[in-house]
Each structure stands twice: as C-alpha cells, then as structure tokens.
C-alpha cells in the first residue's frame, strides 16, 4: 500500500470516529467533496490571537474526512507562487500531498474585475491568468474571486457591466483550463444584493460565469429569515459554482461581514440548504467557511457532520 492510499484508509477511519456510523447512502445520494477553507484560521487567529499551525490544521482535515483545503493568500506565510515558480509549486502541492488533501480553490481578490479604467481591467484580467495557472499546477477545480473596492467614479450600473465582461473573459480562461470560475458578494462590497448578483450573472450571459453559495451572505440578502435556500431556488443552483457552508443568526460581525457560526448555532434551516442544493444536481465542492469563529476546528467537525447528513437525506 502506497502512502496516499494510507492516508486515505486513516483519514477513512478517523472520519467514522468522529462522525459515528452512519447508514449506507441511497442509490440516488450525492457524493459532494469536502473541503477546510484556510480563510477561517486565519481570520480566527488574527481576531482572538490564536495560532494554529498548518501542519496541525492539515493533520485535522486528514484525520476527520475532509477531501481539501481551500487557500486563502498570505497565510499561513506568503502570497501565492507565481506560474513560473515550479519548484515552489511543487513543495506547495507535496504538502498537501502528503496529507491525502487537494487544494481545491484558491481565493482571490477582484478589484480590478469592475475598474472604471479599460487598461486596469486587462491588467486584473492579465494578472487572473497567471492566477489561474498556480492554481491548474496546484491542482485546483475552482478558483474564488472577491470584488471589494468602491466605484471609483463609474454608476453601479456601469460598475456591473464591467465585472460582467471581466467575469465572462475569466471564465473562457479558466474553462479551458478546467477551472471553475466562482465569485462571492457580501454585505461590504458596493455588490451587496441579490438583485446585484442576479444582473452580474444575467450581464455576463454565460454559463460558465459561476457564483458561490453563502449561505451567511444569501441569508443577509434574502432578509435575514434563516432561509437562505430562497435565494438559493432564485439565483438557481446551475449557477453555483461551490459553496461556502456556514450558519448564522441574520447579523453582522464587526468587521461589516455576515457572522459565520457552526452548523446548529444559528437560525438557518441547514436541512433545506442542501435539500435545495441536490434537487437541483449540485455536483462539486462544499467548503467549511469558519470566518472569525472562536474555534475553528469544531465548526469544521460540525459543518462535516451536516454534510454528510445532507448527502443521506
């Protein structure tokens, strides 16, 4: 037995004890992939002064089941390698390697995707293909972007048009590639709303133009209610290109973004979330979003039990 197979039959193991046993999944279950987001650690130890060393965060998401890591630029050290950098890469990918993990996504920054000015657009645009190159060498299947920044002189409406046809000229990239191209919007950004999210998507008017699911961010914008599955069913689920999984109680942490908390220690109806998600034949990756929580470790444990409940339902 080679060293993946064998961490695949611990991590295997170690799953069933931390989950428990569960009954054999129904012939029409889904299989999603599971994934811890660096994101969580890294806000959590800035925000409470914990460290969290990735080696032991590694070793956690191997142990109790999960399939990969989403990164998260500049932690735990550095930002991303650059495309030619292929012994970084390499060392990058054999880490994670070593653990049985893919790295699924990287997380990435879109400012310049909705720029006023034409050429800062083609720089964002240029600087997303060697983006997108680390993350093929790396083994990615996503890639996330996130458009924070203000107007800068240009109306909303012009501001959408831009980032549409930024986004549609990332997504042709990133299909050639075999990369999902995924944004998110949030209560900070200047795209704060569905119906901002929905004339992104209508603008771009193309399919492989792909959001991602928050249900923290879809909760804020579908009223607070703890449905976020609402918005799910309207945005519909062909457009989500993964999800980033976290519950909440409707309300805002104080760095202006929607408070993530562990699975059961909110309002959401978690059930509906991934009942919504499998009616509609989403087939990809679900990441733990852990944002500014205490402990990111049981949230992770907690949001893996859901899911895989979510799959048996």
Same mark, same amino acid.
């Given at each position: ?162 980032? &549409?046809? *930024? %986004? ?5 990239? =990133?299909?050639?590639?075999? /990369? ?6 949030? +209560? ?82 978690? &059930?509906? *979330? %991934? ?5 509609? =034949?989403?087939?990809?990756? /679900? ?6 929580? +205490? ?19």
């Amino acid at each position: 037995m080679n060293r993946r197979n064998a961490l695949k039959l611990l991590t295997g193991s170690a799953a069933a004890a931390v989950l428990g046993p569960s009954p054999s999944l129904k012939a029409d279950s889904v299989e999603w992939k599971t994934a811890v987001g660096l994101n969580g650690f890294m806000s959590s130890s800035k925000k409470y002064d914990k460290t969290f060393p990735i080696w032991e965060v590694l070793d956690y998401s191997a142990r109790t089941g999960f399939d990969g890591v989403e990164l998260v630029r500049g932690w735990p050290q550095g930002n991303y390698p650059l495309p030619d950098q292929s012994g970084r890469i390499a060392a990058l990918k054999r880490l994670y390697d070593a653990y049985g993990l893919q790295v699924f996504s990287i997380q990435t920054g879109a400012g310049g995707a909705f720029s006023a000015n034409a050429e800062m657009r083609q720089r964002w645009l240029r600087g997303m293909q060697n983006q997108l190159k680390f993350a093929k060498a790396v083994g990615c299947d996503c890639i996330g972007m996130w458009p924070g920044g203000r107007l800068r002189g240009q109306t909303l409406d012009e501001a959408i048009g831009h980032i &549409a046809e *930024s %986004f549609r000229e990332v997504a042709k990239m =990133g299909d050639d590639m075999g /990369i999902i191209t995924a944004f998110e919007i949030e +209560p900070p950004f200047i795209f704060n709303t569905e119906q901002s999210l929905r004339q992104i998507l209508e603008k771009a008017n193309d399919s492989r133009v792909k959001t991602i699911y928050d249900s923290s961010h879809f909760d804020l914008m579908n009223k607070s209610v703890g449905n976020p599955h609402e918005m799910l069913q309207r945005i519909g689920v062909e457009n989500i290109g993964y999800v980033h999984f976290t519950d909440t109680d409707g309300s805002l942490r104080d760095g202006g973004t929607s408070k993530h908390l562990a699975a059961g220690d909110g309002h959401i109806d978690v &059930a509906a *979330s %991934f009942k919504t998600l499998k009616d509609g =034949g989403f087939n990809g990756w /679900i990441m733990i979003d852990s944002w500014q929580i +205490p402990d990111p470790y049981d949230a992770s444990t907690k949001g893996l039990k859901a899911i895989k409940s979510g799959m048996r339902e």
